[in-house]
């Protein structure tokens, strides 16, 4: 396929640049423990210095893949549907959820927020960044914050971002994994203490799965 056909497919999201897609647990957040399937999408310019996809950064590491192909791989396997990334808003998700919900499947993302709003989601888990911000509209449509805990100064901007989310929003604070240790118990004091928040951790890799 030409180089600008395949553009313009992008462009309409009838391909992605799958980075992996894979039938896992869920570790992370409101649906911690539910069966999935992962779509992530290469792609991101946030640029959290402790991101653990950072292979995930560069889009052109990973080919552009049909839709319709990875909307029929993740029929095989579950009900539900998440799409992760890197950034998976940089690029439309309106066909793809569009699919997906016509085969019965429950659409989630996880997301910075940073970028304009595409796709139709039965859950929109928002993840704000210092470096770039949410756009207004990913604060409306947030069902879950879930705000990562790497130092004490982040309690503050966890409090900024929930100040933004509608009150459906169930809210979560995550230790950053490389300072679980010390960031844990800081976390239990906060939410004893602030009882609106809820704990995140990453299960998954307690467990030992993808």
Same mark, same amino acid.
């Given at each position: 396929?030409?180089?600008?056909? #395949?553009q313009?497919?992008?462009?309409?999201g009838? *391909?992605l640049?799958l980075m992996e897609?894979?039938? &896992?647990?869920? @570790?992370?957040?409101?649906?911690? @423990?539910?069966?999935?399937?992962?779509?992530?999408?290469g792609?991101?310019?946030?640029?959290?210095?402790?991101?653990? /996809?950072k +292979?995930?950064w !560069?889009?052109n590491?990973?080919?552009?893949t049909k839709?319709?192909?990875?909307?029929? !791989?993740?029929?095989?396997?579950?009900?539900?549907v /998440?799409? &992760?990334?890197? +950034?998976?808003? *940089?690029?439309?998700?309106?066909?793809i959820t569009?699919?997906?919900?016509?085969?019965?499947?429950k &659409?989630?993302? +996880?997301t910075?927020?940073?970028?304009?709003f595409?796709?139709?989601?039965?859950?929109?888990?928002?993840?704000?960044k210092? !470096?770039?911000?949410?756009?207004?509209?990913?604060?409306?449509?947030a069902?879950?914050?879930?705000?990562?805990?790497? !130092?004490?100064n982040?309690?503050?901007?966890a409090e900024?971002?929930?100040?933004? #989310?509608?009150?459906?929003c169930?809210l979560f604070?995550?230790?950053?994994?490389?300072?679980? +240790?010390?960031?844990?118990?800081?976390?239990?004091?906060?939410? *004893?203490?602030?009882?609106?928040?809820?704990i995140?951790?990453? &299960?998954?890799?307690?467990?030992?799965?993808?």
């Amino acid at each position: 396929m030409l180089k600008k056909e #395949v553009q313009e497919l992008i462009n309409i999201g009838e *391909m992605l640049p799958l980075m992996e897609e894979f039938y &896992t647990i869920q @570790g992370e957040g409101a649906h911690t @423990g539910t069966a999935a399937y992962f779509i992530r999408i290469g792609g991101c310019d946030v640029g959290c210095h402790w991101c653990d /996809v950072k +292979e995930s950064w !560069n889009a052109n590491l990973h080919p552009p893949t049909k839709t319709d192909i990875i909307v029929e !791989n993740a029929k095989k396997y579950a009900e539900t549907v /998440v799409i &992760t990334g890197g +950034e998976p808003l *940089m690029w439309s998700l309106d066909y793809i959820t569009q699919q997906l919900h016509e085969k019965g499947i429950k &659409t989630h993302i +996880e997301t910075s927020g940073a970028y304009n709003f595409s796709g139709v989601w039965d859950w929109f888990c928002l993840s704000p960044k210092k !470096n770039k911000l949410p756009l207004e509209r990913a604060y409306q449509e947030a069902d879950e914050l879930k705000m990562i805990i790497h !130092n004490k100064n982040d309690f503050q901007f966890a409090e900024e971002q929930a100040a933004k #989310v509608g009150k459906k929003c169930t809210l979560f604070l995550q230790p950053e994994w490389s300072k679980k +240790e010390k960031m844990t118990p800081q976390i239990i004091d906060y939410v *004893m203490e602030h009882p609106q928040w809820k704990i995140s951790l990453q &299960t998954h890799k307690y467990l030992n799965i993808p």
